[in-house]
């Protein structure tokens, strides 16, 4: 017999009990459905996810940022200064290393007034994979231009809807800063007051007898004066205004995978925002008073730490040796390479935890295929003995039989195939819908990539091969004169 | 020597055990077939003609004695051999027809032709022509229960000969034919028979058996009683 002949035979078999047949076959279209539309759904996920973190770029970038002090750690932990960015980019393998300088700016656009947070960034970062995606115009084209990008999200917030319409347009973008200045003034004005006040109520005898005495007042004086200059620093601002145009509009990643900055900023006019004073956070200030760098120049970029640097990588280049030359030279690394590995991980767990639901159901269809061939063996003795009568050997009769539970499969499983991915498709509509409804972009995490048609296939078929192989089995013993004398 | 004689049982036995009871359906056969032979076997009902005819076929096997076609014992054959014997070389005819009542007759006489590795244009065409030489061209789509029992006789009749085999063994194909398609059957045979096929022929019908066939084996409980080679003169 030719697998043609198993073929027709085993078509003709099914064809003629259609009821029987379409329940046995329904069985496994179920089973491969839920298996097809459980992992189209891992798989969405997964393909989600690729795709983002290729179009942010992140497989060739490198978090670099303070090593957390551990114990037994003595050494303090290296901080991030612009001496680091030079070290950083150093580093073969690094194209470039650009820091996180985020402060928060006021921004008037039209009437409205709001508090946002800006980062400035180099012109040369906004080249890289992590920033090429634009939504629409161009990225800053210069470090000293007086433009500003914006994110999708926060022109909407602005009822601002389509994104072309607001390239060329300008927004005022300015900061109040308190300054060592402002606050040295301050102190001094109160100054004279309160040393006439203080010496009129001094008691000279106990200066000079009690050592406490003096020292407390001393004390009070010191505290006075700092709580006159805090006050002078943080009420009395200074106010950064500059006018830039909108040149480029981007929007960062979904799902918080990277939370995105409102506003990027040349980083010449990151530089006049962020040192030409101090934020309202006065441990700022006293950061700045233990590194000397208390009265920068104007202009110039004084020294300053970040809290992150960011390392744009030669994609050729593999990242483990970069990450431990950022170690040695005392820095933790984090690169999301290896956190996509993980992730991949994990959906590796997720992807069988699904596929498990699917394979207990397709067992179950198994069960239906194993009672189907029984039954259609017992109904077929005569047939089979016919067929031994006429030559057909043992593997010959298996084959019929196998080929029976195959067909089942093949079209239970092409048809579960097609199920399946109508019913990710109808799931996937819903929840598009409502992500819609709930403000967020779209986004189709159903997948039907062809390993998974291949798979779905495979198993189906295999399964039902296996179900069929005991009735098969039993088939193929049939012994031909006893069949042949049942009537 | 051996080489013109087809078929040779010895001391052949096949008992059928029920329980404490054994039933001797062939008990102690002694025949031999020569090559181009048309052998009848006769006897009363039950004397054990089918059985005999299916041990020959390869279908069942003995209980004891040896079984020989062209000087190899079928026992000796594996189960694999022994179906390549039933497909290549012997045509069966069953008493009961055995047509697979859900194929039309042209499809029941192609499954004479599913397992000698005839390739499905040839299969079609043979079946058909033999259907026709049997009379039965304009019925070849019908299914079996559409037939009557002579029709039906003859579909299995053509299935046999489909394969051309060596040998045809044929249970009782006259048993539901009339005279005249009876002797129609009959001078097949005899043409059959004359171009080499070597025939064994189960029947009631003496006269035809003595007409016929060349050599006439009389079974009675299971034993020969009468073996006449050569009857026609
Ligand atoms: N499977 C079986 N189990 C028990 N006894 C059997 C079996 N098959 C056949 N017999 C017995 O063996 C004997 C021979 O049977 P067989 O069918 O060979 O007779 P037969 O000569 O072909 O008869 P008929 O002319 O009626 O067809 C009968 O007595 C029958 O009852
Ligand atoms: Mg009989």
């Given at each position: 017999m030719t697998f043609r002949d198993l073929v027709t035979v085993s078509l003709g078999n099914l064809w003629r009990m259609k009821l029987r047949s379409f329940l046995t076959i329904s069985g496994v279209v179920i089973a491969i459905a839920a298996f097809v539309s459980m992992l189209s759904f891992g798989a969405g996920n997964q393909k989600f996810i690729t795709e983002q973190y290729t179009r942010l770029g992140l497989f060739t970038t490198m978090q670099v940022s303070e090593r957390r002090a551990s114990d037994g750690d003595t050494t303090e932990p290296a901080v991030l200064d612009n001496e680091t960015l030079v070290l950083l980019s150093e580093?073969?393998?690094?194209?470039l290393a650009f820091p996180l300088d985020a402060f928060e700016v006021t921004v008037a656009f039209n009437d409205t007034v709001v508090t946002r947070e800006a980062q400035g960034l180099p012109a040369v970062a906004l080249s890289t994979g992590m920033f090429s995606q634009l939504e629409a115009g161009t990225a800053?084209?210069?470090?000293?231009?007086?433009q500003v990008m914006v994110d999708r999200d926060f022109l909407r917030g602005l009822g601002?809807?389509?994104?072309?319409?607001?390239?060329g347009r300008t927004m005022r973008v300015s900061v109040s800063q308190a300054r060592v200045d402002s606050g040295l003034a301050y102190l001094a004005q109160g100054v004279g007051d309160r040393v006439r006040e203080e010496f009129s109520r001094l008691d000279f005898d106990s200066l000079f007898d009690d050592e406490r005495y003096g020292r407390r007042l001393v004390y009070t004086g010191i505290n006075e004066a700092l709580k006159r200059f805090t006050t002078g620093f943080l009420q009395h601002r200074a106010l950064i205004e500059d006018t830039l145009e909108i040149c480029g509009v981007y929007h960062v990643g979904h799902g918080g995978m990277r939370r995105g900055r409102d506003l990027i900023i040349p980083t010449h006019s990151a530089i006049r925002f962020s040192t030409g004073g101090f934020t309202g956070d006065i441990t700022d200030f006293y950061a700045a008073l233990s590194s000397g760098s208390l009265f920068p120049e104007e202009g110039e970029i004084s020294y300053k730490t970040y809290p992150q640097i960011t390392l744009d990588l030669d994609p050729t280049v593999p990242f483990g040796p970069i990450k431990d030359s950022v170690e040695a030279l005392g820095y933790r690394a984090f690169s999301f390479a290896e956190e996509f590995e993980e992730i991949q991980q994990a959906f590796i767990y997720f992807n069988m935890a699904l596929a498990m639901v699917g394979l207990i159901a397709l067992v179950t269809a198994s069960l239906g295929i194993v009672n189907t061939m029984l039954m259609s063996i017992i109904e077929r003795r005569r047939e089979i003995g016919v067929l031994k009568s006429l030559g057909a050997d043992e593997s010959s009769i298996r084959w019929l039989f196998l080929a029976e539970s195959g067909v089942i499969g093949a079209l239970g499983s092409a048809s579960g195939i097609l199920f399946g991915w109508t019913i990710a498709r109808i799931a996937s509509a819903i929840a598009q819908a409502v992500m819609e409804s709930k403000g967020l972009d779209p986004v189709d995490i159903f997948a039907l990539p062809l390993w998974l048609v291949a798979i779905a296939f495979s198993f189906g078929l295999a399964v039902s091969l296996i179900a069929g192989y005991y009735p098969a089995a039993r088939a193929a013993r049939v012994d031909p004169m006893e069949a042949l004398r049942a009537e | 020597m051996t080489s013109d004689i087809t078929l040779r049982t010895i001391d052949i036995c096949r008992f059928y055990r029920r329980g404490p009871q054994t039933v001797k359906?062939?008990?102690g056969v002694d025949i031999e077939v020569k090559k181009g032979e048309f052998a009848a076997i006769v006897g009363s009902s039950g004397s054990g003609k089918s059985t005999l005819l299916a041990l020959l076929a390869g279908l069942d096997t003995p209980t004891s004695g040896v079984l020989e076609v062209d000087g190899i014992s079928?026992?000796?054959?594996?189960r694999k051999e022994l179906a390549a014997y039933r497909a290549n070389r012997v045509g069966v005819v069953f008493q009961s027809f055995n047509l697979i009542p859900h194929y039309t007759a042209l499809r029941n006489v192609e499954m004479g032709l599913y397992f000698n590795q005839t390739p499905y244009r040839e299969r079609r065409r043979i079946a058909g022509d033999m259907l026709d030489r049997l009379g039965l061209g304009d019925r070849i789509d019908h299914r079996p229960a559409d037939l009557s029992g002579g029709e039906q006789q003859r579909v299995a009749l053509a299935r046999a000969l489909a394969k051309q085999p060596d040998i045809l063994f044929a249970d009782e194909?006259?048993?539901?034919?009339d005279e005249e398609n009876s002797a129609q059957v009959a001078s097949l045979f005899d043409e059959l028979s004359g171009r080499g096929l070597t025939i064994v022929l189960v029947t009631h019908d003496m006269a035809l058996a003595r007409k016929h066939a060349h050599r006439l084996v009389r079974l009675s409980y299971g034993r020969v009683v009468t073996e006449t080679g050569e009857v026609q003169s």
């Open positions: 580093i073969p393998g690094v194209n800053i084209s210069s470090d000293s231009a007086r601002i809807d389509s994104v072309e319409s607001a390239i | 359906a062939v008990d079928l026992q000796s054959l594996s194909p006259t048993g539901n034919l």
